[in-house]
C-alpha cells in the first residue's frame, strides 16, 4: 500500500526528536515537577500514562481522565508537547477532547487489529501525529498493518516507536531489540521517522545510553525515555525511569553523526569504495552461482548411486576448514558458520529437488 507519511516534527539540524516524561502519571505534583525539569533541556514532547496497559491485574492501572488536565497544565505553563497512551475509543476521545498533542498505541495494542481500528475510527480525519510501538511479539507485518490502518484513516503524520520484542528466558534485555525489523521497516519506508524507546528495551538504567547510542548510530529518529523525579518509588517501571538531571547527562553523551557528508572528495571516495563493494558482491553472487551448480551436479550423481543428501562428516570438515580459514581473514566463526550453515541449506533444497525429480539437470553428464 502507498502510503504518504510526514515527519511527526521536523528538526532543523541533526539532533534527535527528544520525548521524555515518567511511564505513569501518578499525581498533579509529580507530573508538574518533572515536567518543569525537563522544559529546561531540549525536549520535544513530555509523556506520561494515563492509562496503563499491566501484563497482570492489582497492579498500579493509571489514574485514568483526571491526568489529562494535569498534561493540560504542563502545556500551558512550560510549553512542552504532550503525549499519552490511547488503546480504545474513549481513550482517544478523551485525548482529543483535552488537546493532547499527539497520540501513541502501545506494544499491547499493536498486536489487536480490532484496536488498532477502533482507534482508526475514532481519530478519523484529525490532523494529529501518531506514534506506533513495535507488537510485543517480532511481527513486522502487523506493525505494518496497524500504520496502514492509522494511515487510512486520514492520518499522515504517523511515526513509529520501537521499543523491542518480548523474550521468555535470560535475555539483557527487558525487550529483545532485534535490530533488523527496525532496520527492514527504514528500508521499505523511507519517509517513517523512527524513535527508539530504550526504557522498555533495556529494563534497567545502566544500557540506556548504549541502546540510544546504537539507535543514533542507525539513523534513528529520536528517543524516547522514561524520566521521573523519584525513580526508585515511581508507581511503573521503577527499574528503568532516570531522573531528568540523569536524562541530560545521557542525551549530552550521545554522539550525532551526520547521515550525509558535504564534503566533495570524502563523497567522491566513498562512491569510488561503493562501487568496488558492488563488484564484490556481483562476484560473490557469480562464485555462489557456480557453487550451485556444482551442488546440482553433485545431487544428480547421488540421485542415481542412490546415497543420502546428508552426509555429515563431509559437512562437519567443510564447516571446521573454512572457521579456521575465517579466523585468519578477520571473519568471526560466528558470522562464517551462518554463511555456510546458509549456503548449505539452500544446498540440500537444491539437491532434494534433483532427488524428488522436481528439477532435472539440462545436461546431467557435462
Ligand atoms: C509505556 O510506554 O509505558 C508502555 C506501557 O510501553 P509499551 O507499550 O512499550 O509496553
Ligand atoms: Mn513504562
Redesign the pocket.
Known amino acids: 500500500m502507498e502510503m504518504n507519511l510526514k515527519p511527526i516534527l521536523e528538526k532543523a539540524d541533526k539532533r534527535p526528536i527528544v520525548i521524555a516524561g515518567p511511564?505513569?502519571a501518578e499525581s498533579e505534583e509529580q507530573v508538574m515537577e518533572i515536567a518543569r525539569q525537563l522544559a529546561t533541556q531540549d525536549v520535544d514532547f513530555y509523556?506520561a500514562?494515563i492509562w496503563?496497559?499491566r501484563t497482570r491485574p492489582n497492579s498500579f492501572e493509571g489514574v485514568g481522565t483526571i491526568g489529562l488536565k494535569w498534561l493540560k497544565k504542563v502545556k500551558e505553563e512550560t510549553g512542552l508537547k504532550v503525549t499519552t497512551?490511547v488503546a480504545n475509543r474513549h481513550h482517544a476521545y478523551e485525548a482529543l477532547k483535552h488537546g493532547v498533542d499527539a497520540l501513541?498505541i502501545?506494544?499491547?495494542?499493536t498486536v489487536s487489529p480490532f484496536a488498532v481500528q477502533e482507534i482508526a475510527d475514532a481519530i478519523e480525519g484529525v490532523d494529529i501525529p501518531v506514534l506506533i510501538?513495535?507488537p510485543?511479539n517480532p511481527d513486522l507485518k502487523l506493525w505494518i498493518g496497524a500504520i496502514e490502518r492509522i494511515h487510512k484513516a486520514g492520518i499522515s503524520r504517523i511515526a513509529v516507536?520501537h521499543?523491542?520484542f518480548s523474550t521468555y528466558g535470560e535475555s539483557p534485555y527487558r525487550?529483545e531489540p532485534r535490530w533488523q525489523l527496525p532496520i527492514e521497516l527504514m528500508r521499505q519506508f523511507p519517509d517513517l521517522q523512527i524513535i527508539c524507546?530504550n526504557?522498555?528495551i533495556c529494563g534497567r538504567r545502566d544500557t540506556l545510553q548504549d541502546v540510544a547510542q546504537k539507535a543514533m548510530d542507525l539513523n534513528f529518529h529520536g528517543v524516547?525515555t522514561?524520566t521521573h523525579i523519584d525513580p526508585d518509588n515511581a508507581w511503573?517501571?521503577a527499574k528503568q525511569q532516570i531522573t531528568p538531571a540523569t536524562f541530560k547527562e545521557l542525551m549530552g553523551s550521545l554522539v550525532l553523526r551526520e547521515t550525509i557528508s558535504k564534503d566533495a572528495d570524502f563523497l567522491e571516495n566513498l562512491e569510488i569504495l561503493r562501487q568496488r563493494i558492488d563488484q564484490l558482491d556481483d562476484e560473490l553472487l557469480g562464485v555462489l552461482g557456480r557453487r550451485m551448480e556444482l551442488v546440482d551436479k553433485i545431487g544428480e550423481y547421488k540421485r542415481r548411486n542412490s546415497i543420502s543428501i546428508l552426509q555429515p562428516s563431509r559437512w562437519n570438515e567443510i564447516l571446521e576448514t573454512a572457521v579456521e580459514k575465517a579466523s585468519k581473514k578477520d571473519l568471526s566463526a560466528e558470522f562464517m558458520e551462518k554463511i555456510l550453515r546458509a549456503i548449505h541449506q539452500e544446498s540440500i533444497s537444491h539437491q532434494n529437488a534433483i532427488m524428488n525429480g522436481e528439477k532435472v539437470l539440462k545436461k546431467a553428464n557435462s
Do not use: V
Open positions: 511511564c505513569s509523556r500514562g496503563k496497559p497512551e501513541w502501545g506494544a499491547r495494542t510501538k513495535n510485543i516507536i521499543r523491542g525487550n524507546d526504557s522498555h524516547m522514561e511503573s517501571d
